[in-house]
Nanobody, 125 residues
């Protein structure tokens, strides 16, 4: 079991920045990958980016490449999502997720085991 808590959401004007945090607790040693997802009203949940814990390989959705950056703090079992050059279309509830075990499949496609409660990001135009 792990618990994930997101923080850092808020209201920002277009072009601004936010930094989201996802702190994991519990059996964090079992985590193989962590990902960020978002869901806007009326939209499907969308993969934003993720990090494979072993080797720290990172992938991003095309829509956020060059604007968003994922990083981690191993000691704190925390992953961050730095969001720059925000656009109104980035408005969504952002969720972090964790997958247990050794991950060999693309982390954008795996079924994650644990999810945080989400944090609202609103970008005004």
């Amino acid at each position: 079991q792990v618990q994930l808590v997101e923080s850092g959401g808020g209201l920002v004007q277009a072009g601004g920045s936010l930094r989201l945090s996802c702190a994991a607790s519990g059996r964090t040693f079992s985590i193989g990958a962590m990902g960020w997802f978002r869901q806007a009203p009326g939209k499907e949940r969308e993969f934003v980016g993720g990090i494979r814990w072993s080797g720290a390989s990172i992938v991003y959705a095309d829509s956020v490449k060059g604007r968003f950056t994922i990083s981690r703090d191993n000691a704190k079992s925390t992953v961050y999502l730095q969001m720059n050059s925000l656009k109104p279309e980035d408005t969504a509830v952002y969720y972090c997720a964790a997958k247990f075990g050794n991950i060999v499949a693309p982390i954008s496609r795996i079924r994650y085991d644990y999810w945080g409660q989400g944090t609202q990001v609103t970008v005004s135009s």
